[in-house]
């Protein structure tokens, strides 16, 4: 046997093992039979055992395999496996999420949306796991809660928790109410009477979160040590203080662009006032806005292919749809729903939420937010590249975790981002309009680097977080707070979206300088699109074993 194929062998099952541990990732991962039964440990025994696994398989694959013996590709591998047990580490042994943080259905309430929503089975069948999963949620709720035996809940996200779990019974019957008359009424009425018996379970879960308030600690920052710990980690090639500036730089020189393009639209008009102008650009139907969202995503697909910037897979689909009556309660406006990785085909489907009053039509589905929003979430955006990644090995499906462990956010965020100034680089939106739109989300992003650095140090407040968000980024103290509030559980994450463009376009200046003549834009995004959402540092490793 070579040396790639005991790799392989290994990594098989390795991962093998890690779903056992993990069948609510498998289901994400398009993994069914027989995981769709089943629920992880709740304790935090199931922790340490995937912190135990990421170790043991890096010290595996360095008794067994040879290193300078394997392929470019699954050098590649080796070396994520590595980086996914630091990260593992670090957010296990350091961050400690999992005993400070007492909200648990954010993992289920996660995997039954996919359940319910992914055609992946007939219905019924899908109902059948669902009822097979609900059936032990009253023992994953016990095992979980002893989590906090002898470690202290931060406040906020214990009150965070409480609203989340006030919030499961409507999740249920929302599951409950959207299945019948879909499946046969025996087993819609054994789902109804499965959901009724949670009743008391949950309850139990809500007085017990209660019960937690009295005993919370109020700090919840990571610290500036950690916090830069975390960065050298990630291999971002930045340190908090240079990311920071870099933040403050964009924010300033972003705001100032905006400012001239408002002028050039409308000369005498605040940005605030030129932002309403472009809100009554819509379509006076919402048929009218799903015929354009979905012309876009068409155009957008075809001025990639017929301008050769990446490499488009004609069985590969992404549709639009409006959102299911069923499911338009829990997607307020709109959003992508992905296919797996193991998935037979590769189809998407981007859904929009009708408005309950047609006159807001234009704040989320104006035409220049339309054609931004189609580069973004599908062609060459986060469609392109999940389709294409899932192409690639099954070890860089491992990006994220069941503790909200996230690896390579700065090559997933940040390449939808670097594609909207692509594309406009090419000539597919180049109108001032829909510059001044992606302006908008660009100041956003710039606000989250100074937050995310800010809060997660230590050194700014959740008031002043939602403060700046408000100034800056003109959002609703609403929209604010609910912003803030997952900052602080994700130190290092909101950064990651305007730092991976960044870099991305960092990276392309160094290749075009190292190819020369034989740099081609569909090599560059093949290239990323291509090797799975890998962290920056190892797709530059990619570039250079394809330049060599």
């Known amino acids: 046997m070579t040396a790639d194929e005991e790799f392989e062998k290994l990594n098989k099952e390795m991962f093998e093992r890690y779903l056992k541990i993990n069948p609510t990732i498998a289901t994400t991962f398009g993994l069914h039979d027989p995981y769709d039964k089943l629920l992880p440990d709740g304790s935090s025994k199931r922790v340490f055992e995937n912190l135990r696994l990421f170790k043991g398989w890096c010290n595996k694959i360095k008794e067994k ?19 996914l047990y630091e990260l593992e580490k670090f957010f296990v042994m350091e961050h400690r999420l999992f005993e400070t943080n007492p909200d648990t259905f954010d993992e289920i309430g996660t995997v039954l949306f996919i359940m319910i929503t ?30 906090f035996e002898k470690s202290r809940a931060v406040r ?10 006030e919030g499961v019974p409507a999740l249920l019957w929302f599951i409950v109410n959207a299945t019948k008359r879909r499946i046969p009424a025996k087993l819609h009425e054994k789902l109804e009477q499965t959901v009724k018996k949670l009743s008391q379970p949950i309850s139990q879960q809500l007085e017990w979160l209660k019960s937690l308030l009295p005993k919370t600690k109020t700090e919840w920052a ?21 990311i920071y500036s870099l933040g403050v730089k964009y924010l300033r020189e972003m705001k100032e662009e905006q400012a001239k393009i408002a002028k050039k639209i409308s000369p005498g008009k605040s940005v605030e006032e030129v932002m309403k102008e472009i809100e009554k650009e819509a379509p006076k139907t919402f ?48 959003a992508l729903l992905m296919p797996a990785k193991f998935d037979k085909t590769q189809e998407g489907n981007y859904v929009v939420t009708r408005p309950s009053d047609i006159k807001n039509l234009g704040n989320h589905l104006n035409y220049p937010t339309i054609k931004n929003t189609a580069v973004h979430e599908g062609f060459p955006g986060h469609f392109l590249q999940g389709a294409c990644s899932n192409r690639s090995s099954f070890v860089r ?17 940040g390449w939808a981002h670097y594609c909207e100034q692509m594309m406009m680089e090419h000539g597919f939106h180049g109108e001032l309009k829909t510059r001044f739109v992606m302006l908008n989300d660009g100041i956003w992003r710039a606000v989250r680097i100074i937050v995310d650095v800010k809060l997660s140090r230590g050194e700014m ?88």
């Not at 979905?294 to 959102?323: C, G, H, P, W």
């Not at 499906?397 to 956010?409: K, N, Q, R, S, W």
Request: hydrophobic share 40%; proline share 4%; glycine share 4%.
């Open 397 to 413: 499906v491992l990006t994220f975790g069941p503790e909200a462990v996230e690896f390579g956010i700065e090559t997933i965020e």
């Open 65 to 83: 395999i040879k290193f300078d013996a394997l392929t470019d590709e699954h050098k590649i591998d080796w070396k994520l496996i590595e980086h």
């Open 156 to 165: 906020l996200w214990t009150e965070i928790a409480i609203e989340r779990c």
């Open 461 to 548: 407040s959740f008031d002043e977080a939602v403060e700046m968000l408000m100034k800056e980024a003109r959002m609703s103290k609403e929209g604010a707070v609910a912003e803030v509030r997952r900052y602080t559980q994700t130190p290092a994450y909101p950064l990651s979206y305007l730092i991976g463009k960044h870099l991305i376009l960092k990276l392309r200046d160094d290749v075009k300088r190292k190819m020369g003549k034989k740099y081609s834009e569909k090599f560059f995004h093949d290239t990323i699109t291509h090797n799975g959402h890998l962290p920056i540092a190892l797709l530059r490793e990619v570039f250079e074993q394809k330049i060599a």
């Open 222 to 242: 990571l610290g500036k040590e950690k916090f830069d710990k975390l960065l050298k980690i990630r291999k971002l090639g930045m340190t908090a203080d240079e």
């Open 287 to 334: 048929e009218e806005a799903l015929k354009a969202t979905r012309e876009q995503m068409d155009a957008s697909r075809k001025f990639i292919i017929e301008n050769d910037l990446a490499t488009v897979y004609e069985e590969d689909k992404l549709l639009v749809n409006e959102t299911p009556n069923f499911m338009a309660p829990i997607i307020p406006f709109a």
């Open 118 to 147: 992914r055609s992946y089975a007939p219905l019924e069948k899908r109902v059948e796991c669902i009822i097979l999963r609900l059936e032990k949620l009253p023992d994953f709720l016990e095992q979980f809660r002893t989590r």
